[in-house]
């Protein structure tokens, strides 16, 4: 299987005297991962040691990712995160007819020993999503999700509570796309299995909106990655 090989400076989207924006790839980690060397502050701390990361996105999902340059701007996206003013922006692909409104989920959650997050309304940690239909295809959504709060996996688990599960997403119940369920009439070859057209996470991270350390406005959007425009055109064509 090919490696991935990323240069830190191909990812940059946005860049000033304190922040950088990138669009991460997906498969790529946004801190250390025991299973793969290459990281986005591994990557950027080799141009500048006092790179930091201001917040993570999954490893499959690609897109927005903010990074500090200064311990200053750091605390000042921080507290920003914690004050929930960073506005934050995902796409997320999944199977079925959203409901054609905007929707609040309001499901606290709670991360379980296995990593796995789980709804507990009893004990989990608040936890706010609003989310809207973006674009329909024939049986499938683009759904557009705005994280009020920031928990792990909350974008992913909030659509899953609702029965729809990001495509690809196959820790909460999500499946991967093929051709053959989307093109009327198409057949796989004879004993050949059918290989997934999109079989990662359906989440992307479109846009960040934040205020710079002088008070001005950083908004920066992210194009989809490949994969991602890819599967959109054939849901046009097919489905």
Known sequence: MKKNVWNAEDLVVYDDDN???INKPAHLSTLEDRNDSANVLKLFRAIDDNYQVCHRLDKETSG????????EAFKVAALQFQERKVEKVYHALVKGRFMNEVIQVDVPLRTSGSGRVLCDK?????????LRPKHFFKDYTLVEAK???????QIRVHLAYLNFPICGDELYGGEP??????????KSKP???????FNRVGLHSRSIKLTNVNKNIISC?????????????????FN
């Open 19 to 21: 922040y950088t924006i």
């Open 191 to 197: 004993n050949q299995e059918e290989r997934p057209l």
């Open 177 to 186: 796309i093929f051709l053959s369920s989307i093109k009327k009439g198409f």
């Open 122 to 130: 009893r004990s989990g940690k608040e936890a706010v999503t609003l």
């Open 221 to 237: 959007n992210c194009d989809y990655p490949k994969d991602m425009d890819i599967i959109l055109e054939k849901l046009s064509k």
């Open 64 to 71: 927005a990712l903010l990074l500090a340059k200064n311990e």
């Open 147 to 153: 994280p009020i709060t920031g928990r792990t996996h």
